[in-house]
């Protein structure tokens, strides 16, 4: 079984400023990593995946990660942020399987950025 | 395409009423599964089909039930609701293929149960 843990459930930030989302995960087996983002009221969005390869990620809307494996870590960074970046973000786990056994995804308890102006 | 697609938005049950909560994708996924949100929580898995015909448990299954007739749809019922059960449902599905580990996300039922 995995476990995900997202150390601040918010983080406020002033506009063109950078921020930092950490995210732990507890797991006995490898897994591939995500940071979905959810602006308000809407679904939630792929934001960037790590499967394997170069532990540095980039995804969407400037944003980019770090998977460090020896501390179990998946950070999300952007080095300045706009005002539509205000949205709740979710770090998750899936541990790879057979197809058969379907793609179950363990999400963080989010963390919810305030951009201000 | 639509993508997956949540019917309805916003739902008000009373105790021990019922009710079915419908996803529908159009991009021929094969994964499907139904997820909710509680504050602080996150998302937890509560069913999942890997396919038409088959439907497996997940995280948080009591209380609902599901079932896979076609690829398209994979609904969601309630039998009998309770305060615990209100909460934001997504449902959400994944490619068969090379990206099967991404999951797209309807937008959300909003479920108030009173």
């Known amino acids: 079984a995995q476990s995900v843990t997202q150390l601040d459930s918010q983080v406020p930030v002033f506009e063109e400023a950078p921020v930092e989302l950490r995210c732990n995960y507890s797991?006995?087996?490898?897994?591939?990593l995500f940071w979905y983002v959810q602006y308000p009221n809407q679904g939630l969005q792929l934001l960037l995946k790590?499967?394997?390869?170069?532990?540095l990620v980039k995804g969407i809307n400037g944003f980019e990660a770090e998977f460090n494996k020896s501390q179990t870590s998946f950070h999300l960074r952007k080095p300045s942020v706009h005002i539509s970046d205000t949205a709740e973000y979710f770090c998750?786990?899936?541990?790879?399987?057979?197809?058969?056994?379907?793609?179950?995804?363990?999400f963080g308890g989010g963390t919810r950025v305030l951009v201000k102006p | 395409n639509a993508g997956v697609t949540q019917t309805p938005k916003f739902q008000v049950l009373k105790t021990g009423q019922s009710m079915t909560l419908q996803c529908a994708q159009d991009?021929?996924?094969?994964?499907m599964s139904w997820y909710r949100q509680d504050p602080g929580m996150g998302l937890r898995l509560i069913h999942y089909?890997?396919?038409?015909?088959?439907?497996d448990q997940g995280e948080v299954p009591n209380g609902y039930n599901v079932s896979r007739s076609t690829t398209e749809d994979f609904p969601l019922r309630l039998l009998s609701a309770a305060p615990s059960q209100t909460s934001v449902y997504f449902c959400?599905?994944?490619?068969?293929?090379?990206?099967?580990?991404?999951?797209?996300f309807g937008p959300g039922t909003r479920l108030t149960v009173t």
């Open positions: 998750a786990v899936s541990a790879p399987v057979i197809k058969a056994a379907g793609n179950k995804l363990t």
């Open positions: 959400a599905s994944s490619h068969p293929g090379q990206f099967f580990y991404e999951q797209y």
């Open positions: 790590y499967l394997s390869g170069s532990t």
């Open positions: 991009m021929n996924h094969e994964y």
């Open positions: 089909s890997v396919g038409a015909g088959i439907t």
């Open positions: 797991s006995s087996v490898s897994v591939y």
